[in-house]
């Protein structure tokens, strides 16, 4: 068996889309910054993310009806930084971030490639994380543009197409 620091240094050959998840609690608002998005199926229309036990995010995120997941443009690297300080308070982390409420009361990011609204679906366990799925609701186009990528521990946008014909 290998042990957590071999799989963190492999994963980082693996490209991963930059997304930031917002929810809204009876006491306050979070976002996280989130490498692992991911769908899951489309009947019905599920996508998934992972939350380490010990964010300040987990027990907000695991408990709400309702979270929205932003997909970052190849411009938010700033707004991805600023969601992923730790032990910054939900008022720190929208102190200068433009955004409005969903009618549910979760914060809406602006120029998001795209905006998934979802339903919480199911959590599951999975080691030191959970493994949070949502139902989509509602997405909604952006701004054009292309998706900021996280690879070997920096930010990317994609390059140019390539000729699968080889």
Known sequence: MIDGDKLRVTMRRVPSPVT??????????????????????????????NVALDAQMHDLITSVEHFVVHLLSDRQAPLSNNFAIPDRSGQEQFATIPYSLDANGTPILEDALAIFFCTHYANHPAGDHTLVVGQVLDIQAGVEGSPLVYFDRSYRRLGDKLDSRG
């Open 20 to 49: 930031v998840v917002t929810a809204a609690g009876p006491d306050e608002m979070r976002g996280m910054t989130v490498g692992s998005f991911t769908s899951v199926s489309l009947d019905p229309p599920l996508i998934s993310f």
